[in-house]
């Protein structure tokens, strides 16, 4: 079966989706099959134990369903946080504020922490928060697509463990899964939420999230009825369940095609070569050579620090005078796509995404192709504004 050559479309430079390998463009275009067969159940059941071993659980429960990353915070609102009690939230951009306004939505009584422009939370002001405040949980963005801000989530989970045990910690892996590492039962992390169309490779509409044995009790023990019926545990946990052993069951038919997908690329991270922790050695690599070309061309990244700064994607604040809105045309008319940036600050800068295969197989020339695009759409921008 043929797919769509690389050539037929312009190249997804943007922090999600990621452009997709062969196989996983293949499984996505095979005829549906039904839902309840052995052939799906035993993909699922695949997909299951395969997100298991990237985000690092021998045990945790995926949740694997149609939505968006977005979906993730509206189950972790729904299931583990009943109506008044406390959540502090984690805020380096502008998916901090859709996190906390989520679980807002939702009753929770939110204390919000926001890092400075371009830095993470500062480690100190958490540990002063824990102390004065019993929260029901903390959630961390890993990576803030926004901004390219990488949080040090083991730092702040030895935090929370050590000072609210009872704490749940919560981390948006959106950006962050299979593109930076994450060792979900070492840190003693309970739930990771992420999405299909980032370093998983896959195109976009699986809302994926992983949840502890402990936080599926603390569900267990909840007080007062889940005030979802969608994201629902109760109707999801029973599915998922069956799935993981290999039997059917039904309550809202899952997206067949893209589960497929979602399970070609999957096999492709934790079986093949590069190994996963290769894998992330590579984003790391390329992350680096980006933001060295990046400097090269005079342009600074949001993150201020290099160590916060996310090897799956780069922002970077354009030079003065030149606006998101002046480069990005030039970018696509030459078949590279790139991303301006979110917020009141959305024309001052761009965000470059490299994760998935771009970054894996470096016989694609993805990467060069960004570099040497942006160098010379930068210059053309700067040229048509003397």
Known sequence: MSTPSKQSHKLLAIPGPVELTDEVLQALAQPPVSHVSPQFVAIFRDCIEMTRKVVGTKDGQPFIIS?????????????????GEDVLVLHTGYFGDGFRDCLRTYGANVDELKAKSGFPVELHRIESALMVKRFKAITITHVDTSTGVLSDVKAIADIVRRISPDTLIIVDGVCSVASEEIQMDTWGVDVVLTASQKGLGAPPGLSILIASQRAIQVFAKRRSPVTSYYASWKKWLPIMTAYGNNKPAYFGTPAVNLIKAYHASLTQITSASPSLNERLRLHKQVSQRIKAIAEQLGLRQLPQDPAHAANGMTALYLPDGIGASDILPRLAAKGVVMAGGLGDSKDKYIRIGHMGT?????????????????????KEAQAAKK
């Open 67 to 83: 939505g968006s990353g977005t979906f993730g915070w509206d189950q972790v609102a729904a299931n583990l946080v009943e109506p």
């Open 358 to 378: 771009s970054v894996v197989d470096a016989t694609r020339g993805d990467i060069d192709t960004i570099a040497s695009t942006l160098q010379v759409s930068l």
